[in-house]
């Protein structure tokens, strides 16, 4: 009976969960085996109109992207907004939740609400705002900054400001999300743990480290990982404020792809970039997993 029983437990999960099984086959399993064949071949524009004009060409595409200067430059740009972004992002999250948690913040549902508010509005919208807040002679950002005796800064327009200014209008627009993570955590620790190093003597800074967040290592964890993800990804960001300029200050890797598959159309050159682009995350994500089961995050 038991096992007569486990069999149709078996067939009645496999039956319910088939439809989303469907949907991940057709919709991300196929593209994705397709995408990978696609980087083998010279599809372009020519491709597309008649398919008899698509050749197989190995690893030429790939031979191609790494002689390629713009590529490496895609390539540096994204890893500083990895390396530099990635703890902006997590830390601005992290007190964000923080606060939002304390005790002594009054009108915390209305706090929620304004600190997640950029995550929900739409990006090409706000990045057109942050445009004009930043703009070199009319922006909102150079008038206060005027206060305090601070010349007029042409934030999207110079090679050394316009990195920085995508960096702070994406730790902006992204940290809501984090917070909301991060808060679910905070309110799991126990309140008694905090405090009792209160009780003897520790300032805040030691609870935060001691208590605070070996508690909820995981979670910091998860956020990271899902953090450098999203900074491998950017695109709408310099393709909205500064088209990847000034001097390819702010070219991407998905950016560079989107340019190399759309607006070039050698799309078999542009799959070659997002599987290159893949493997870069999922080096990075091991790496993680890897400190982080070392330091027993997991």
Request: glycine share 6%; net charge positive.
């Amino acid at each position: 009976m038991s096992a007569t029983r486990r069999a149709s437990e078996a067939r009645a999960a496999w039956v319910m969960s088939a439809p989303a099984l469907t949907a991940i086959t057709i919709f991300f399993a196929i593209p994705v085996i397709a995408s990978l064949f696609l980087s083998f071949t010279d599809f372009d524009i020519y491709a597309l109109a008649d398919i008899g004009n698509l050749r197989f060409v190995g690893l030429q595409n790939y031979e191609r992207l790494l002689e390629n200067p713009l590529f490496w430059k895609a390539t540096m740009n994204t890893l500083l907004f990895v390396v530099v972004g990635t703890p902006f992002v997590v830390v601005l999250s992290l007190f964000a939740a923080m606060l939002v948690n304390s005790r002594w913040l009054q009108w915390k549902p209305v706090w929620r609400v304004a600190l997640f508010a950029p995550y929900v509005t739409t990006l090409v919208a706000t990045a057109v705002v942050w445009r004009y807040l930043l703009h070199t002679r009319y922006g909102l950002v150079n008038y206060l900054l005027s206060f305090f005796g601070v010349g007029p800064i042409d934030w999207l327009g110079s090679p050394t400001a316009s990195l920085p200014a995508i960096l702070l209008f994406v730790g902006w627009k992204t940290f809501g999300y984090n917070m909301i993570i991060f808060l679910a955590a905070l309110q799991t620790v126990p309140r008694e743990l905090d405090e009792a190093a209160r009780i003897d003597g520790a300032g805040w800074f030691t609870r935060l480290r001691h208590v605070t967040l070996p508690a909820i290592a995981p979670t910091v964890l998860l956020v990271s990982v899902l953090t450098v993800a999203a900074m491998f990804q950017l695109f709408a960001e310099p393709y909205v404020m500064t088209q990847g300029g000034p001097a390819q200050s702010t070219v991407t890797i998905l950016y560079f792809m989107y340019e190399e598959g759309f607006k070039w159309w050698n799309l078999g050159s542009g799959a070659a970039v997002a599987f290159l682009l893949f493997l870069c995350i999922l080096a990075v994500t091991l790496v993680q997993l890897r400190l982080a089961k070392r330091g027993g995050a997991i």
